[in-house]
């Protein structure tokens, strides 16, 4: 069995983070999605997420094409990460790690034939979190 993992906020479930699963699972047999801490989010996107982590992994936790969804580690992320052994890692278009220093870091955990792989966007004028905020506050 082929394990591949994906990482983000998941704030505001949309068709982009479907598309997203759907697209990373084409790299392997079971899908893996880690959903990021409160704090985190607030760190990386410079504000509270809308829904709490545990509002979060519910709602990623019961989209079908996904087998399993965790919270993902407050630190040590690719120390966590190693506890998974995935074979294949999938980035969305737009998060802010660099290939290849992911590849770099996942060697350093013992992961060395771990593949990464950078998805292509959904519809990148469209279905984003950012965008889907501002759009329903207009209503």
């Not at 899908?31 to 979060?56: A, H, W, Y």
Request: net charge positive.
């Amino acid at each position: 069995m082929k394990l591949v993992m994906v990482f983000g906020a998941f704030d505001g479930l949309h068709p982009g983070h479907l598309d997203f699963f759907k697209q990373a699972k084409k790299y392997g047999d079971k899908l893996l999605v880690s959903v990021g801490t409160d704090g985190n989010v607030e760190k990386i996107k410079g504000k509270k997420p809308l829904f709490s982590q545990t509002e979060r992994l519910a709602l990623v936790d019961n989209c079908r094409i996904v087998d399993k969804a965790v919270i993902g580690a407050e630190d040590n992320f690719f120390e966590n990460i190693a506890s998974y052994e995935p074979d294949v890692i999938c980035l969305g278009y737009d998060q802010w790690a660099e290939d290849k220093d992911v590849k770099e870091s996942l060697k350093d955990v013992g992961l060395k034939s771990t593949q990464v792989i950078r998805l292509k966007p959904y519809a990148q004028k469209r279905a984003k979190s950012s965008i889907a905020k501002v759009k329903s506050v207009d209503f």
